[in-house]
């Protein structure tokens, strides 16, 4: 944390976990199992369903818990009015404008993808569309639901907050030390995955999938709304728990890796027959949600023991991180059309659109984002000019 306040290790972890939404989309291309896109390489990898499922399991557990902590940040120093007010600009403008654009792009190059699966050229066949087995909804939130979640999270917190600060003081005392005690206790993180395994029992191999929809969706604002409202609480104990965290990061990783193991091996009864464990699916929504949390709260440990500081290149990483969760989607879509009747091997395929993508992200923050009013919009400042790319240097 610097003088200002600002705690660097998360904007680190957050920047992280933004990059790492690469990795997940273009794994998607090569997935085994049944794909959420309507698109897929000829070339599968049980490499990418593992990559898929290991970063699922906290990548965006982690986002809603960051999200929670700096909306409390906020609203303890802005008030509840000042909170939302900065959310929105931060939030709902570049969606407002960003998703228009972003699902233009996104379906053309879907369609050309699906002419390139169907008929070996690039083209556009709207057709195409219609025939695949699970047609995607042409209103959508895509990749920004968890944006579009987020801004609804804001809401109740500015909507909810002065209703709760009425609440007798002995009472909110109470909650907070009810939730002080779960999340300092080894058995408090089980507790806590019990509600969204019950979440996950309605969906494939228990493990939740998001919708798009612009309705918001019950099992999605319990489970993601959980996570965020950890978040909310973390904040308001962070001296507790911050070194706590921090002391037991390696062994929350470990225990996370065990229950992981074991999720893996869950997976291959329940594809050969899901009905042979009464609540199959919830038994395993409860192994992969309790991964959540020990993962999430090791990362958090992690970053504050780590990486408490930002050197030029963590600052760079984190300053384009915000464009990066924006537009990926359009490399690792764009990129797969163009690999897809290349005869290389699965991992090289993605090993060759995380790289194309990853460049063309950096290339166009740099040109179009960095120094202009987009970097305004999504980061509140524009980098002076004489700023340059980032070369690796020691931690300071």
Same mark, same amino acid.
């Given at each position: 944390?610097?003088?200002?306040?600002?705690?660097? $290790?998360?904007?680190?972890?957050?920047?992280?976990?933004?990059?790492?939404?690469?990795?997940?989309?273009?794994?998607?291309?090569? @997935?085994?199992?049944? $794909?959420?896109?309507?698109?897929?390489?000829?070339?599968?990898?049980?490499?990418?369903?593992?990559?898929? *499922?290991?970063?699922?399991?906290?990548?965006?557990?982690? %986002? %809603?818990?960051?999200?929670?902590?700096?909306?409390? +940040?906020?609203?303890?120093?802005?008030?509840?009015?000042?909170?939302?007010?900065?959310?929105?600009?931060?939030?709902?403008?570049?969606? =407002?404008? %960003?998703? &228009?654009?972003?699902?233009?792009?996104?379906?053309?190059?879907?369609?050309?993808?699906?002419?390139?699966?169907?008929?070996?050229? =690039?083209?556009?066949?709207?057709?195409?569309?219609?025939?695949?087995?699970?047609? &995607?909804?042409?209103?959508?939130?895509?990749?920004?639901?968890?944006?579009?979640?987020? @801004?609804?999270?804001?809401?109740?917190?500015?909507?909810?907050?002065?209703?709760?600060?009425?609440?007798?003081?002995?009472?909110?005392?109470? #909650? =907070?030390?009810?939730?002080?005690? +779960?999340?300092?206790?080894?058995?408090?993180?089980?507790?806590?995955?019990?509600?969204?395994?019950?979440?996950?029992?309605?969906?494939?191999?228990?493990?939740?999938?998001?919708?798009?929809? %612009?309705?918001?969706?019950?099992?999605?604002? #319990?489970?993601?709304?959980?996570?965020? *409202?950890?978040?909310?609480?973390?904040?308001?104990?962070?001296?507790?728990?911050?070194?706590?965290?921090?002391?037991?990061? /390696?062994?929350?990783?470990?225990?996370?890796?065990?229950?992981?193991?074991? #999720?893996?091996?869950?997976?291959?009864?329940?594809?050969?027959?899901?009905?042979?464990?009464?609540?199959?699916?919830?038994?395993?929504?409860?192994?992969?949600?309790?991964?959540?949390?020990?993962?999430?709260?090791?990362?958090?440990? +992690?970053?504050?023991?780590?990486?408490? =500081?930002?050197?030029?290149?963590?600052?760079?990483?984190?300053?384009?991180?915000? /464009?990066?969760?924006?537009?990926?989607?359009?490399?690792?879509?764009?990129?797969?059309?163009?690999?897809?009747?290349?005869?290389?091997?699965?991992?090289?395929?993605?090993?060759?659109?995380?790289?194309?993508?990853? #460049?063309?992200? +950096?290339?166009?923050?740099?040109?179009?984002?960095?120094?202009?009013? @987009?970097?305004?919009?999504?980061?509140?400042?524009?980098?002076?000019?004489?700023?340059?790319?980032?070369?690796? *240097?020691?931690?300071?």
């Amino acid at each position: 944390m610097d003088q200002s306040g600002r705690l660097h $290790s998360f904007d680190n972890l957050r920047a992280i976990m933004m990059w790492l939404g690469i990795v997940l989309h273009v794994a998607v291309n090569h @997935i085994n199992g049944p $794909s959420p896109l309507p698109f897929r390489d000829p070339q599968t990898s049980a490499a990418a369903d593992l990559i898929l *499922v290991f970063i699922h399991a906290f990548r965006m557990p982690v %986002f %809603f818990i960051l999200a929670g902590y700096f909306v409390a +940040l906020l609203a303890t120093h802005r008030g509840y009015k000042g909170m939302l007010a900065h959310r929105m600009r931060r939030l709902a403008l570049p969606f =407002a404008i %960003f998703w &228009p654009v972003l699902l233009v792009c996104m379906s053309v190059l879907m369609l050309v993808f699906l002419h390139i699966m169907a008929y070996g050229t =690039a083209g556009i066949d709207p057709s195409l569309v219609s025939k695949q087995p699970k047609p &995607p909804s042409p209103l959508n939130t895509m990749h920004m639901w968890f944006v579009y979640y987020l @801004i609804w999270f804001c809401v109740f917190t500015a909507v909810l907050g002065p209703s709760v600060e009425r609440v007798p003081a002995r009472l909110r005392n109470a #909650v =907070a030390t009810g939730f002080r005690t +779960l999340a300092s206790n080894w058995w408090g993180m089980p507790v806590l995955a019990i509600p969204l395994a019950i979440v996950g029992s309605f969906y494939r191999a228990g493990i939740l999938s998001p919708s798009g929809s %612009f309705i918001p969706n019950m099992n999605e604002l #319990v489970h993601n709304g959980l996570f965020f *409202v950890f978040g909310l609480y973390l904040y308001r104990h962070q001296d507790f728990l911050f070194p706590l965290y921090t002391k037991k990061c /390696w062994r929350n990783v470990i225990a996370g890796f065990v229950v992981f193991v074991i #999720v893996l091996a869950t997976f291959k009864p329940y594809t050969t027959d899901p009905h042979r464990v009464p609540y199959f699916e919830a038994l395993i929504g409860f192994l992969y949600n309790l991964i959540s949390w020990l993962w999430s709260l090791a990362l958090i440990g +992690l970053f504050l023991r780590y990486l408490p =500081a930002q050197n030029r290149v963590l600052r760079y990483v984190s300053e384009s991180s915000y /464009w990066v969760f924006l537009v990926h989607m359009l490399g690792t879509i764009g990129f797969g059309a163009i690999l897809y009747s290349q005869p290389l091997g699965a991992l090289t395929k993605m090993a060759l659109n995380i790289l194309a993508t990853t #460049v063309a992200c +950096l290339l166009t923050y740099h040109l179009l984002v960095r120094h202009t009013l @987009i970097g305004v919009l999504l980061n509140g400042r524009r980098e002076p000019k004489a700023t340059q790319m980032p070369v690796p *240097v020691a931690n300071t």
